[in-house]
């Protein structure tokens, strides 16, 4: 497996510009002879279904809702990062790149961060160019807040709906251009595999979720932006139809995985409630700003909340534990996502939680109602104690919120080079699919920033070299009589087909839930090597079991969640497979990835820089064969690898 | 322990586009009232896969109530009897034991049923492609604090897009009109100054598109504005018909293109 990350020479700030000077350009008269596939319609594959229509390229575009706006992009609350320095905090292109760096600890590729951070301002641009009604000051310039694990205010936010907002940016975007025809928009389809013609990626075989159709389609080049695998966890904040089966199935036609056990527990979540709940539900970061999180130093007090005997309210100051600002004075509330989670959990392991499960930490905001007053916290977060109160019938003005860390992100994804572009070639993947830009722990507001980055900036001009590269003379070559689509076709068949005659007697919701426990509980928040050990034999006979006793109701002719659900859980499970050998074989705890046997004397994350400072790349291999690993070292010649420390 | 609660439900079920549907009664037990109405429809689903019959196919996604895709109108009101909620975010606490719901799909002819709860929403899309855009190419914009913006102005772009176009404005009007959805789009785009470039020439398009594909005229009944999960306002229709009318006033001298 080649892991040439194809870094540019040169100093970091002016890598990215001489990379773009080097590219092969492509006509303008000659674009319109290509074709690229884009899977996906959040931020990164919508942004970048437009730009690439735009240039002039002919696109096809997929996503499995029923429309493009509704990709999970929609759901982020919070924010989007940006070096503007407008609020003349001292904020810089180098000093997002270094909180970036420093915020993934240290195991994020230094190249493509400071890109990261270097066209963030032209994203910021680009969203109030096509409409995106930011928050605005009384002087009618942009309002801009600060977010956790930084320590200047430079997230910009549209109410507590900017994911919502910058995808309906891209969603016109993307619209204007199905409007042109310049984009085939298929809706509620779902790609199943990739095809490969003489190594390269050459197009995608996918089913209509509507009619059961299963297609085949053809392009000079694929570009995948199908997000994050967050479900394998059954629960978390990911939107139901989220799922690993598009960068799975390219990564066993070839494609590098890295960092699949750098995952994200955010921090403020609600409580589970009970067995029959299907996801959790995210408050946003943001609310820490002014909320302060604490449970009662005392474990019977807190026994006591559980029951409903006391209302935490009567809790005297000196009874409560602000834990993170006991633990983290300088970045309080705010402390980077894995390291509160982590506190919460800590807190919680001691007997000290609430919340009807013992699983909950308060986050109160009766000192901000009574500094900034009522209607100042309405103000800025009205929209979310509104969604707070829906969800769990509590009011938070009046009684602190309950909250729990929940899986929210996941950092690992595709291998891609400082092109985005996979180990296959020809096949790119962007946001949250590919592994490259937030090391082992994402900050926040830096995900948006990512998949806008990807998709509107960075795939617009590598996808274009990439053709360039291959000559107008290829373009449009490989049609889907080529003899590959005939025969992964008839694997995703035969596939579709075997789950609807195992016969079994237990759902893929059930798979599904089992699977999610084994994760949760083995590959969460803390993990151990006998732990992970244990899980990889769970998995593998959990992989077995459903394999014999699946039971598929209804047929592959139209709608059947039932079937949709199947073949994603199959893919789950050995994925998940994938994480617990990748958290096994990673003897370090660095960002979301918590080995127990690997931690200072109070319970801080201790990292091995002398033997990790290294993504993990895995090959498959086989069905019943272990995955290869592969490396890719980290060099760091503009940061200085230091113990993160917010203290 | 959460009170549980025993329900009963009407559920329409419909095969294919093409075929007749009809409501079928089920009995659902031991519903946790801090779940939410999808997941004690997840539980009815379980209880049909286990007696090996098909559950019931809604649309859904993110559950937390802001990607539009859960579109069912329970007990005759699209996303249910709660205020600005989408049936995601509605508990069942709101529901009490021994009740009867009944849940069918949107009801309009320009959202035909594929199946079960699942209707086709693409005619909205279509409204969008038409003229719902600002145009500015990837790379082409100024600085983002070039054209201040006053707060006002800000905040009225941003109640007009919080719009999560489920189509329940349409599921809710009597004439299947689409004029708050296309008026929240339009109000959004033309109140901002990068907007107002191709305001005339998109509100005549997109209303143009509205109408031609069957969606039925406004008047002014105001169930769109009752039914919204995001409790977008009827001025949004009212500044649509402004900017309609100045737009075909506008291009009677001297057509915008």
């Known amino acids: ?647 | 322990m959460e009170k549980t609660m025993d329900l009963t439900l009407k559920v329409w079920r419909q095969k294919s586009a093409n075929s007749m549907g009809a409501f079928e009664t089920y009995a659902v037990k031991d519903v946790s009232e801090g779940s939410s109405f999808l997941e004690m429809l997840d539980t009815l689903s379980e209880d049909l896969v286990e007696k090996g019959k098909e559950p019931v196919a809604f649309d859904h996604d993110c559950r937390e109530g802001i990607c539009g895709s859960c579109s069912m109108t329970i007990n005759g009101i699209p996303h249910g009897p709660e205020k600005a909620t989408t049936a995601c975010q509605l508990h069942m606490r709101h529901f009490h034991d021994g009740q009867t719901i009944t849940i069918e799909p949107w009801r309009a002819k320009p959202f035909p049923v594929i199946k079960d709860l699942v209707v086709d929403r693409s005619p909205l899309d279509r409204i969008i492609q038409s003229g719902g855009f600002i145009t500015s190419r990837a790379g082409s914009a100024v600085d983002a604090n070039a054209i201040p913006i006053s707060k006002a102005t800000a905040d009225y772009a941003m109640d007009a897009a919080a719009c999560i176009g489920c189509g329940a404005c349409v599921a809710a009007c009597p004439n299947a009109s689409a004029m708050l959805f296309t008026g929240a789009k339009v109000s959004h785009m033309n109140s901002l100054p990068q907007g107002k470039v191709e305001k005339d020439r998109r509100t005549l398009a997109m209303v143009t598109t509205m109408d031609g594909e069957g969606f039925g005229g406004c008047t002014n009944i105001g169930e769109c504005e009752a039914a919204c999960p995001k409790s977008i306002s009827l001025d949004m229709i009212a500044h649509l018909n402004r900017d309609y009318a100045t737009a075909q006033v506008k291009n009677f001298f001297k057509p915008v293109a």
């Open chain 1, 1 to 647: 497996m080649n892991l040439d990350s194809k870094i540019p020479e040169g100093p970091l700030s002016e890598k990215w510009s001489s990379h773009k000077f080097n590219m092969k350009l492509v006509n303008p008269a000659n674009r319109r002879k290509y074709s690229v596939i884009v899977v996906g319609s959040g931020l990164a594959g919508g942004a970048a279904a437009a730009s690439l229509a735009e240039q002039g390229y002919n696109v096809s575009c997929f996503c499995y809702q029923d429309s493009p706006r509704r990709a999970h992009s929609i759901a982020a609350q919070g924010g989007i990062n940006a070096s503007k320095n407008y609020q003349n905090d001292g904020d810089s292109v180098h000093r997002l790149f270094y909180d970036t760096v420093k915020g993934g600890d240290y195991r994020a590729r230094e190249a493509n961060v400071y890109r990261l951070a270097e066209v963030s301002s032209d994203i910021i641009d680009q969203c109030v160019a096509n409409g995106v009604p930011f928050a605005r000051e009384y002087g009618g310039l942009l309002a801009n807040r600060s977010f956790g694990g930084a320590q200047v205010s430079r997230t910009f936010y549209a109410r507590g709906q900017t994911g919502q907002q910058l995808l309906l940016g891209a969603y016109s975007a993307l619209s204007k251009q199905i409007g042109l025809g310049k984009v085939k928009m298929y809706n509620r389809h779902e790609m199943l595999d990739l095809v490969k013609v003489d190594g390269h990626a050459k197009g995608i075989i996918v089913r209509n979720m509507a009619t059961g159709e299963v297609s085949r389609h053809a392009s000079d080049a694929v570009v995948l932006a199908t997000g994050g695998y967050g479900n394998v966890f059954f629960l978390s904040t990911n939107a139901q139809g989220c799922n690993v089966t598009a960068a799975y199935r390219a990564h066993k036609r070839g494609a590098g995985m890295a960092n699949p056990c750098y995952t994200q527990i955010h921090p403020t979540c609600i409580p589970v409630h009970g067995d029959k709940q299907s996801k959790l539900t995210l408050m946003s970061e943001s609310l820490r700003n002014d909320g302060r999180i604490w449970t009662p130093k005392n474990a019977e007090v807190a026994a006591m909340i559980r029951k409903g005997e006391t209302d935490p309210n009567t809790v005297a100051e000196d009874d409560r534990d602000y834990f993170l600002e006991r633990k983290y004075p300088s970045f309080g509330n705010l402390a980077p996502r894995d390291i509160s989670s982590r506190a919460a959990k800590e807190a919680c392991d001691e007997g000290r939680g609430i919340a009807s499960t013992g699983l909950g930490v308060f986050l109160d905001f009766r000192d901000a109602i009574k500094r900034d007053g009522k209607n100042t916290i309405k103000e800025r977060y009205g929209n979310l104690f509104d969604m707070y109160q829906c969800i769990t019938g509590d009011n938070p003005y009046e009684t602190p919120m309950m909250i729990f860390p929940a899986v929210h992100y996941t950092m690992g994804g595709l291998w891609v080079d400082y092109n985005l572009e996979s180990t296959i070639p020809g096949m790119f993947v962007g946001g949250e699919a590919n592994f490259s830009d937030h090391g082992a722990n994402r900050l926040g507001a830096s995900a948006l920033m990512q998949g806008l980055s990807d998709g509107y900036f960075i795939l617009p001009y590598t996808v274009g070299n990439y053709l360039g590269e291959q000559g107008v003379a290829a373009a449009g070559k490989v049609t889907t009589e080529h003899p590959a689509f005939a025969e992964v076709e008839a694997n995703v068949k035969a596939r579709i087909d075997k789950f609807l005659t195992i016969g079994g007697t237990e759902s893929p919701r059930s798979f599904h839930k089992r699977l999610g426990h084994i994760i949760w509980e083995q590959c969460g928040m803390a993990r151990s090597k006998e732990g992970l050990e244990g899980a990889i034999k769970d998995l593998q006979a959990l992989r077995k079991e459903f394999w014999t006793n699946l039971r598929v109701v209804g047929d592959a002719d139209g709608i059947n969640p039932e079937l949709e659900r199947a073949g994603r859980v199959a893919d789950f499970i050995e994925f998940g497979e994938l994480m617990c050998r990748d958290a096994l074989m990673r003897e370090e705890s660095c960002g979301g990835h918590f080995r127990v046997e690997h931690q200072t004397e109070d319970g801080e994350a201790l990292r091995d820089d002398e033997n990790f400072a290294f993504a993990g790349v895995w090959e498959y291999k086989g069905d019943d064969v272990a995955p290869l690993l592969h490396k890719e070292s980290l060099i760091y010649e503009n940061v200085k690898l230091a113990t993160r420390s917010y203290k």
